[in-house]
Nanobody, 125 residues
Framework: QVQLVESGGGLVQAGDSLRLSCAAS????????MAWFRQAPGKERECVAV????????YYTDSVKGRFTISRDNVKKTVSLQMDSLIPEDTAVYYC??????????????????WGQGTQVTVSS
């Protein structure tokens, strides 16, 4: 049974930093790309960042480029999202996700089968 458990959300002020972490179990973690999605109230869930199985290929949505960094530790089976220079528009529930297919690197939400429970990030102005 695959489990993804996020941690690290909270309430911060604009300009602050937060680090989200996701611990995975039930999968051969090093075989899978991992992603962070977010969903703001009234909006569709969007892909924020993806990292490939080895950590040497990443994707960021335009709005977070230069501010967010995705990383992974295949020994600890964790994926992290370092969020710097946060702005109120970053307010959302953040989800860790893994695709069903090993080695698949994609931003397409429909290709992601495994999801964490989500962690709230709120950025005040």
């Amino acid at each position: 049974q695959v489990q993804l458990v996020e941690s690290g959300g909270g309430l911060v002020q604009a300009g602050d930093s937060l680090r989200l972490s996701c611990a995975a179990s039930g999968i051969t973690f090093s075989n899978y790309a991992m992603a962070w999605f977010r969903q703001a109230p009234g909006k569709e869930r969007e892909c924020v960042a993806v990292i490939n199985w080895s950590g040497d290929n990443t994707y960021y949505t335009d709005s977070v480029k230069g501010r967010f960094t995705i990383s992974r530790d295949n020994v600890k089976k964790t994926v992290s999202l370092q969020m710097d220079s946060l702005i109120p528009e970053d307010t959302a529930v953040y989800y860790c996700a893994a695709p069903k297919e090993a080695l698949l690197f994609t931003v397409v939400i429909g290709r992601y089968t495994y999801w964490g429970q989500g962690t709230q990030v709120t950025v005040s102005s």
